[in-house]
């Protein structure tokens, strides 16, 4: 899962930059195969980080404590919801919901302007996709939810209790949803 998670997270970085790049050369008259492309790009990254959380959900579920994001705040006590709002127990694993929720976003507005605001439109992606950047090179150079331990244990630590209470299962993600949103 380890290596599954990185490569989405690493594709989705590389789709990102490549956005920004097609996106910004599009401006220029007669490129509009190139808008199409970075339009596509987008889709791309969004796939990716699907990948990439659906990816560290599933090692929440199965109990993958060779992973350290898993170990640390998981255990095979919590139940399943718990160990699906344990990916943002974690700072990489809110970069991680954070840079999903970006490009989910991302995505619905580059599919909401297809055939609107065109000349805002490689801008609006250039700038997403540069806020997805910083996001996608933290995952991937500095904080990878998908470290993985030389030896893994039997059991993880479990979520700390302070964050198993219902609220702090929604509030993590609606407060991602307004900031990113606000991009």
Do not use: C
């Not at 956005?19 to 195969?33: E, I, Q």
């Amino acid at each position: 899962m380890s290596v599954l998670g990185r490569a989405a997270l690493f594709m989705a970085l590389v789709g990102a930059v490549y956005v920004v790049v097609m996106s910004l050369a599009s401006r220029r008259p007669g490129r509009r195969a190139w808008e199409q492309s970075a339009e596509r790009g987008v889709y791309a990254v969004f796939a990716f980080t699907s990948l990439a959380i659906v990816t560290m959900w599933a090692a929440l579920l199965t109990d993958s404590f060779d992973l350290r994001n898993v170990a640390e705040y998981s255990s095979t006590t919590l139940g399943p919801g718990y160990k699906l709002t344990a990916l943002w127990g974690s700072q990489a694993g809110s970069l991680l919901l954070w840079a999903w929720i970006l490009s989910g976003y991302s995505a619905i507005v580059v599919y909401l302007n297809r055939a609107r605001n065109r000349q805002l439109m490689p801008v609006v992606m250039a700038v997403l996709m540069v806020i997805a950047v910083f996001f996608l090179g933290i995952l991937s150079f500095v904080t990878s939810p998908f470290e993985t331990l030389a030896s893994a244990p039997a059991e993880g630590r479990g979520l700390n209790p302070l964050l198993q209470n219902v609220y702090m299962q929604i509030h993590p993600p609606l407060l991602y949803l307004g900031y990113v949103g606000m991009s």
